[in-house]
């Protein structure tokens, strides 16, 4: 059919044309919301799960509610190349600017120029606080030390939202990119806010790791937020996923077509974005047959084995591959594989083994999901290494 007309959205945090499921957490979210708005105290949520299983348009959504309630956020990607501090700082800003414009000079002039003080210190050329025509405030938020400068900037912006019966919000994704430090400062921040009764809070995103990472890094970050396992879409809403998509251009399914795509999608957002728009390629009219669905499907998978598990594959050094091969093979039941299993069956002390690890840690491509054991980040990826394995060794 018309590719014009493709509903499909594949692709690491694009906004699907329409958002399925995620009923639960959206509704604690606004309840937290609401919460903190009327002065009551409520939890914020980080959100864990495996590449591709809908955290970054979940935290989307979050955010659109928290910009229509009117709160003071800061959406902020998490990354180990760029300093977290100046990453919060560019994220207030614009949502600071907008505000500037909602409400009396006067309610905002402190938060403003506290928010100044901060970007400064993160960056002096004042990049960070384009449109902030405010003196900085001296002696506050600016001593260059994480934890102390974000609990003033959130307690001065909590005030502020306070008084105004909103809220602020951090909504950080890839938290698992950050250092312990700054998680910890993160984390400390945010309890300080939440002793004084300040309506501010977190929502964030990453890899399934991040809970240990949390807790290790404050021991009460689980009183500070809801922290929740992201599942794949049930085979209900996986099939609502991909009809909710094609009604907007007015095609259809039959029920052998829609069996078809779950099966090879296994309930993860991503795959069945890739399959569905691979399908609809296929299909001729509506409704998609199961013919059309097979082909797509195909195609589909061709498309993940070259450009998603392929590409990470080939990021890969072949000490790190010979690794992952094994642990492909070892994984068990609840897809993961013991480090000491992994380094007897190369024949390697624990010791020699553990710089590739951590490589494959650092890349994002394996997580510890306890101690002592390893995990893919990429559903479906144990099976594409196995695959490989087979093609080299021609069997
Ligand atoms: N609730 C949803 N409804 C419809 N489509 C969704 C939903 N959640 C995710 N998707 C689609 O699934 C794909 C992956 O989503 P997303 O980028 O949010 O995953 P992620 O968990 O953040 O992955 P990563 O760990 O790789 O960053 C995207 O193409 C997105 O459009
Ligand atoms: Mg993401």
């Known amino acids: 059919m018309d590719p014009v007309r493709n509903p499909f959205t594949p692709g690491a945090g694009q906004p699907p044309t329409a958002l399925v499921g995620r009923v639960s957490e959206v509704a604690a979210a606004r309840t937290t919301m609401a919460r903190l708005e009327s002065h009551r105290q409520a939890r914020g949520a980080v959100f ?45 800003n614009a949502s600071l600017r907008s505000a500037t414009g909602r409400h009396q000079p006067a309610t905002l002039s402190r938060s403003l120029a506290v928010f100044k003080a901060f970007s400064l210190a993160s960056s002096p050329d004042g990049s960070l606080a384009l449109g902030i025509d405010v003196e900085a405030s001296r002696g506050i938020a600016d001593t260059g030390n994480l934890e102390i400068d974000l609990t003033e900037l959130l307690g001065e912006l909590g005030s502020t939202a306070a008084s105004l019966n909103i809220g602020v919000a951090l909504i950080v994704d890839e938290l698992h990119a950050l250092g312990d430090n700054e998680i910890a400062s993160l984390c400390g921040a945010l309890h300080d806010t939440a002793q004084h009764g300040l309506p501010v809070t977190m929502f964030g995103a990453g890899l399934p790791n991040l809970g240990s990472a949390l807790s290790n890094a404050k021991s009460y970050a689980e009183h500070l937020f809801d922290i929740k396992t992201i599942e794949p879409f049930t085979d209900e809403v996986a099939a609502e996923m991909l009809t909710a998509a094609t009604t907007t251009e007015r095609v259809g399914w039959t029920g052998d077509a829609i069996r078809i795509v779950l099966n090879a999608a296994r309930g993860y957002p991503y795959f069945l974005q890739v399959y569905g728009k691979h399908v609809w390629d296929f ?88 101690r002592g054991t390893v995990a893919f980040t990429t559903p479906g990826m144990s099976t594409f290494v196995r695959a490989k394995q087979k093609t080299v060794t021609g069997e």
């Open 48 to 92: 864990l799960g495996v590449q591709g299983v809908g955290k970054a348009v979940l935290l989307n959504e979050v955010r659109r509610q928290a910009t229509t309630r009117g709160w003071i956020i800061a959406k902020v990607e998490a990354s180990s190349g760029y300093p977290f501090r100046s990453a919060i700082a560019q994220g207030f």
């Open 283 to 370: 299909a001729l009219a509506s409704p998609i047959t199961g013919s059309d669905a097979r082909a797509g499907v195909a195609a589909g998978e061709a498309y993940l084995a070259r450009s998603f598990f392929g590409s990470r594959w080939n990021r890969t050094t072949p000490a790190q591959q010979q690794y992952l091969t094994v642990l492909a093979n070892l994984e068990t039941n609840e897809n993961r594989a013991s480090t000491s299993l992994i380094a007897e069956s190369l024949n390697r002390s624990l010791g020699t083994l553990s710089s590739t690890r951590d490589q494959l840690l650092r890349k994002s491509l394996i997580y510890a999901p306890d």
